[in-house]
């Protein structure tokens, strides 16, 4: 029987111990350091070959009061030529957390949340897009990594809560 989910922690029916070896178990991980340390909890991830990797990562300096300056790359751009192995999509962030799955999740009709993927791999982008449906979100694809710049900080749907008839000409996933 699987372990319960302990507070704020993950599901496992054995415990984890290390990133590598959280890593080598998952099919899908979700990425999500600060981004100062984005290259040292890459390596410490070890390989992502063959792996999903759904990074949430938003571009905020070390100080928290601005965000860093990618030139002209999306933060997926940027990011993913860091997870060179990774099957990358991009998603999940861009609303607090304490928001997404307390008040948007699970909602249906008009009001259900749209979550925004984006990435070059259609078929990473379609399994991370069960496990935005299965959180209650409906998954809508906003493109390629290139694509991406709206979701992140500055971009029109950063910070935003999102519908359907928000996006009309967007695909859902
Ligand atoms: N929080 C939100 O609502 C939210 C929403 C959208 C996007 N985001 C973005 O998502 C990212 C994470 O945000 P957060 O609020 O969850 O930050 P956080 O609470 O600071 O969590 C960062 C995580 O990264 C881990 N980490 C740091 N260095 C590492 C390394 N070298 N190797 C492996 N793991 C490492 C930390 O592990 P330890 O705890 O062991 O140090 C921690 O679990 C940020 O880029 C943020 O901008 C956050």
């Given at each position: 029987?699987?372990?319960?989910?302990?507070?704020?922690?993950?599901?496992?029916?054995?415990?984890?111990?290390?990133?590598?070896?959280?890593?080598?178990?998952?099919?899908?991980?979700?990425?999500?350091?600060?981004?100062?340390?984005?290259?040292?909890?890459?390596?410490?991830?070890?390989?992502?070959?063959?792996?999903?990797?759904?990074?949430?990562?938003?571009?905020?300096?070390?100080?928290?009061?601005?965000?860093?300056?990618?030139?002209?790359?999306?933060?997926?751009?940027?990011?993913?030529?860091r997870l060179p192995s990774a099957r990358y999509?991009?998603?999940?962030?861009?609303?607090?957390?304490?928001?997404?799955?307390?008040?948007?999740?699970?909602?249906?009709?008009?009001?259900?949340?749209?979550?925004?993927?984006?990435?070059?791999?259609?078929?990473?982008?379609?399994?991370?897009?069960?496990?935005?449906?299965?959180?209650?979100?409906?998954?809508?694809?906003?493109?390629?990594?290139?694509?991406?710049?709206?979701?992140?900080?500055?971009?029109?749907?950063?910070?935003?809560?999102?519908?359907?008839?928000?996006?009309?000409?967007?695909?859902?996933?």
């Amino acid at each position: 029987m699987a372990a319960p989910i302990p507070p704020g922690g993950y599901v496992s029916d054995s415990p984890l111990t290390t990133p590598a070896e959280a890593t080598l178990r998952a099919d899908v991980v979700v990425f999500a350091p600060r981004f100062e340390h984005i290259d040292a909890a890459a390596q410490a991830a070890g390989s992502f070959e063959g792996k999903i990797v759904i990074d949430t990562s938003n571009p905020y300096n070390p100080e928290r009061n601005g965000f860093l300056d990618l030139g002209d790359q999306t933060v997926a751009q940027f990011v993913s030529a860091r997870l060179p192995s990774a099957r990358y999509v991009r998603g999940f962030n861009t609303i607090p957390t304490e928001t997404l799955l307390p008040e948007l999740a699970g909602r249906s009709g008009p009001d259900r949340a749209v979550l925004l993927l984006s990435g070059d791999d259609s078929a990473a982008k379609a399994i991370a897009a069960g496990l935005v449906r299965d959180a209650g979100l409906e998954p809508v694809d906003l493109g390629t990594r290139a694509d991406s710049g709206s979701q992140d900080p500055g971009g029109d749907y950063y910070g935003k809560e999102i519908h359907l008839a928000d996006v009309p000409s967007l695909p859902r996933l």
